[in-house]
């Protein structure tokens, strides 16, 4: 079916920062579901806690606004219920890279086909500008008194040693780009991640803006292939993986790749071991007659309450 940008259009109008980031992820999604040629009515967009997880309100497709760091086990349950869904995750760095790191890394394990597109600032833009865990040590943002006194958790890196099977970093006012890898993501069989740096003019306007993503990011370079070729060479899957890792532990915050880093087209995905099992989705079971009465026996349940 063809759709349109007005087709995608929610009834309600964002109220992110004037030069919010947020603003060019929202348009780059709402581009992929139409390159990709998603119906609508069969995607369903999860996010957290933040400015980032106020998105789902802004597109006209199936939302679900979860709790904070939350989001990645309520998008694994809508993709497990039914794998014909395209599921998509919209969160922020301090929900998924703090609170919700646990999930953050045990999704690796999984490899549920899921997408993760995390909205990445450097700090708590709905709390007033708190230090998030990426920001890198020894910046000063205005919602913290003193400079960062942590060091920044690399969430690319982290993504490749849990098992993430496509691992990707963009920018947030680069609509090209983020469009062109959320499709990616999205026909990708596997677990996705694309941090996407992302611009907070009013607690991180220093680190964040077009001006420094325009002279701090670059692509990766032309000759650079972090796609698997053959997927059951586990050889050639490590020698991927140390590749991007290479790349990743050379960065600076004055000197960052974006681009595609690591994607492994593992057959081996969390909906494939169930159906080898003989566990059929959710969405399958009888759960109802043709009377339309319920089928399901409580009375084990209900034995089981009984005082």
């Excluded at 904070?68 to 760095?93: C, M, S, Y």
Aim: net charge negative; charged share 20%.
């Amino acid at each position: 079916m063809a759709i349109s940008l007005s087709d995608l259009n929610s009834h309600e109008q964002n109220d992110w920062c004037p030069q919010c980031g947020d603003t060019g992820i929202l348009l780059s999604v709402k581009n992929a579901i139409i390159q990709a040629g998603l119906d609508p009515k069969k995607v369903v967009d999860v996010s957290g806690i933040g400015c980032s997880s106020k998105l789902p309100n802004f597109v006209n497709v199936n939302g679900i606004h979860t709790l904070h760091g939350r989001a990645i086990p309520f998008a694994e349950g809508v993709k497990i219920a039914n794998p014909e869904l395209t599921v998509l995750v919209n969160a922020g760095d301090g929900d998924t890279y703090g609170i919700g790191v646990g999930h953050f890394i045990s999704a690796g394990r999984r490899n549920v086909d899921i997408k993760l597109l995390i909205h990445d600032n450097g700090v708590y833009g709905l709390t007033k500008g708190q230090i998030s865990p990426t920001l890198q040590e020894n910046l000063k943002v205005k919602g913290w008194p003193e400079p960062n006194i942590n060091s920044a958790l690399d969430p690319l890196s982290l993504a490749i040693l849990a098992g993430y099977t496509f691992v990707a970093r963009t920018q947030s006012y680069n609509v090209k780009e983020q469009t062109e890898l959320i499709v990616k993501a999205i026909q990708h069989k596997g677990l996705a991640l694309i941090d996407i740096l992302q611009g907070c003019p009013t607690y991180n306007p220093e680190f964040t803006s077009t001006a420094w993503f325009s002279a701090h990011t670059h692509p990766l370079p032309n000759t650079y292939d972090g796609k698997v070729k053959n997927p059951s060479d586990l050889n050639e899957v490590n020698d991927k993986k140390t590749q991007a890792l290479k790349i990743l532990m050379t960065e600076t915050i004055e000197d960052k790749h974006t681009g595609l880093f690591f994607q492994w087209e593992n057959p081996d995905t969390f909906e494939e071991r169930m159906k080898t099992r003989g566990m059929p989705p959710p969405i399958d079971a009888e759960i109802k007659d043709s009377d339309g009465r319920s089928t399901v026996d409580l009375s084990k349940v209900m034995e089981e309450l009984s005082v």
